[in-house]
């Protein structure tokens, strides 16, 4: 019988002790700054049902690693790779790893919010919601 090796729940616990972790309270400060490029990973459907963080730039997270490479074709050069970047998802654990791997790269300022788009739409925090016209 197949055995994992590690559990994607022991890999998103593991990333967390390599990465900064930021609150909602502190994803507000940085955005307040205007220094701080935040990248919402979650996939297209998240975005259009639930909505976003206000000036989160879509990265979605199987193209993040070659979005943001700049010897990738895929380079869209949006991300400027010497800025913060922050990413996000629904809940933390696929931002969490996204992170953990964008640091391994070799980004030198990234950071994820720990409890996720969920958690930023339940502290009542501003959302945008796509154009229903």
């Known amino acids: 019988m197949f055995k994992l090796k590690k559990t994607v729940q022991q890999m998103v616990e593991e990333a967390k002790t390599r990465i900064e972790n930021l609150s909602v309270g502190r994803l507000q400060q940085e955005l307040e700054s205007?220094?701080?490029q935040l990248l919402d990973i979650r996939d297209l459907r998240e975005r259009q049902k639930l909505g976003w963080?206000?000036?989160?730039?879509h990265v979605p997270r199987g193209m993040l690693e070659f979005w943001l490479d700049p010897t990738s074709p895929y380079c869209s050069g949006k991300v400027d790779p010497e800025k913060r970047i922050v990413v996000y998802c629904a809940a933390g654990g696929r931002s969490?790893?996204?992170a953990d791997v964008l640091q391994d790269m070799g980004f030198p300022n990234i950071a994820?919010?720990?409890v996720g788009f969920n958690g930023w739409a339940e502290a009542g925090l501003p959302v945008e919601k796509p154009d229903k016209s």
Request: a negative charge; zero cysteines; proline letters at 7%.
């Open 53 to 57: 963080i206000p000036s989160a730039m």
């Open 112 to 114: 994820h919010l720990e």
């Open 34 to 36: 205007g220094e701080t």
């Open 96 to 98: 969490a790893l996204a």
